[in-house]
């Protein structure tokens, strides 16, 4: 684990990452820890969290794993109420659990449209809600991870599109009922970020890789780090004064438009 932060921002800190057990959420998790958090992750399978939490003790940090389905809200607040009874106390949540499949709108069932909704959005929402109780004091932040697809039309990603855009909005709306008892609430929007499942799924050929490569401005694929950077930087006091943000970290990717995208994604 290594970034940019060096001084341990978030030392005493208690945070929460659902959907922790891989990919940038993990990222996101060994970055806390490493700036001196204290790190639950939430996810479905506990044997994957348990590798992820015994990386982050292997690397000085500690962690806990909680196994919960986002969906369910009454399996959601007891993992949050036993990392309040373990550690006493909750500062940061980031929501990150998220659900995807590339298909046309007729290619898909009600039942996927309803899946990949209920993980990214009411997935989000019942987070949240379960946190607030905890969260609730100044200092205390929220970060969603949202998607370009929240403010891109994207081909073969009606159901991303729909929910991600609801996670935009909920942010936002958050942010100013819950402003008042000190919850900053942000999103951040990360673009093609290399090694992760999202992308092995959305480009899964080397041809549709590089085409999509060379179509972002920045031309390259960003780094697990980078997103990591981002989070830290939000749930900081850094940042002690930004909530509603809807961040983009995604080397130019929201600039392009749908045009690359539908060409990568139709190959």
Not at 30 to 56: H, M, N, P, T, Y
Not at 183 to 192: E, F, L, Q
Request: proline content about 4%; some cysteine.
């Amino acid at each position: 684990m290594s970034g940019v932060f060096r001084d341990g921002l978030l030392t005493n800190k208690v945070a929460l990452v659902t959907g922790g057990g891989s990919g940038i959420n993990l990222g996101i998790a060994e970055r806390l820890a490493e700036q001196g958090a204290r790190v639950a992750l939430l996810g479905r399978s506990q044997e994957k969290l348990d590798g992820a939490v015994a990386g982050i003790a292997k690397a000085g940090g500690t962690a806990m794993g909680l196994s919960a389905d986002v969906r369910d809200f009454a399996a959601v607040d007891a993992a949050f109420k036993k990392v309040v009874q373990t550690w006493g106390e909750l500062d940061v949540l980031v929501c990150g659990a998220a659900g995807n499949f590339p298909a046309p709108a007729l290619g898909m069932s009600a039942n996927g449209f309803k899946s990949v909704v209920d993980i990214d959005l009411l997935g989000t929402f019942n987070c949240a809600r379960a946190a607030f109780e905890h969260l609730r004091k100044p200092g205390a932040s929220i970060v969603n991870i949202s998607a370009t697809q929240a403010f891109t039309p994207t081909p073969m990603q009606a159901h991303v599109c729909a929910a991600k855009a609801g996670v935009d909005m909920l942010t936002k709306t958050l942010a100013i009922e819950w402003g008042p008892a000190g919850v900053r609430v942000n999103s951040i929007v990360p673009g093609p970020i290399a090694e992760t499942e999202g992308m092995r799924r959305l480009t899964p050929s080397d041809a549709s890789r590089e085409a999509l490569k060379e179509a972002l401005p920045l031309q390259r694929y960003g780094e697990k780090g980078e997103i990591a950077d981002l989070a830290l930087f939000l749930c900081s006091d850094a940042a002690r004064y930004i909530t509603g943000a809807v961040v983009a970290c995604d080397g130019g990717m929201s600039l392009v438009g749908s045009g690359i995208l539908m060409k990568v994604l139709s190959e």
